[in-house]
């Protein structure tokens, strides 16, 4: 079954305390893709990765990071997560077919 | 770079009855525009997507227009069910090696039984 898994679903954690959230696809997807979704902003793009090494920012990328190391994944990391990082965010792979989402992690920074 | 608008922010209608929500794009150059589904705690889910060579789509119970002219497109809900509850959000992108997608602010529908 095609599937972006994301991990965790749920993350309680402080401020400035480093956190990564991974998201994983088996479908052989070069593009990849986090978004940040918040009430009456929709979803807003952090970074993306058209393939293996190759990431770019997207609208909205001030405190996060990402790599691609292999095509499967796309980890999307807080170096030092802030209360505005509260949010509910998703990972995406594209093909011809739209976007995949990944089932979210919702994220809450104290 | 594209700016997405999308009207109304919240929407609802009895059920039977017609949905309409509404998006502006500001992009000239982007040509393709999906329409997904969000229902409550899960993930946005694509339900039609139109290119810009053609007008119109449908789908069943739902169709989306696009006026590349005056860059808006629309989603029209026919005969709404209570399982239409759920919130809507509209993109746009135009072809780059990959298609981002700039989404608009969300519709959230509500169908009253």
């Not at chain 2, 039609?48 to 497109?73: M, P, Y």
């Amino acid at each position: 079954e095609a599937q972006v898994t994301q991990n965790p679903r749920y993350l309680i954690t402080v401020t400035g305390k480093k956190l990564t959230v991974t998201c994983s696809q088996n479908m052989n997807h070069e593009y990849m893709s986090w978004y940040r979704q918040d009430p009456g902003l929709g979803l807003r793009q952090i970074y993306y990765s058209m393939n293996v090494e190759v990431t770019d920012k997207g609208d909205v990328p001030e405190g996060y990071k990402v790599s691609r190391k292999e095509k499967r994944n796309f980890p999307l990391i807080l170096e030092s997560p802030s209360p505005n990082q509260t949010s509910l965010y998703f990972c995406a792979t594209q093909s011809n077919y739209g976007y995949t989402f990944g089932s979210g992690t919702r994220l809450t920074v104290v | 770079g594209e700016n997405v608008e999308q009207h109304p922010s919240t929407l609802s209608v009895q059920e039977g009855d017609s949905a309409v929500i509404k998006c502006t794009y500001s992009d000239s150059a982007s040509n393709y525009f999906p329409w997904y589904k969000q229902e409550l705690g899960k993930r946005p889910q694509l339900i039609i997507d139109i290119r810009s060579n053609v007008g119109e789509k449908k789908d069943q119970r739902i169709a989306v227009t696009l006026n590349k002219t005056a860059k808006h497109f629309s989603l029209h809900i026919t005969e709404t069910q209570p399982e239409d509850s759920a919130v809507y959000f509209c993109a746009a992108s135009s072809y780059q090696g990959a298609q981002k997608l700039v989404f608009g602010q969300g519709t959230r529908l509500t169908i009253n039984p």
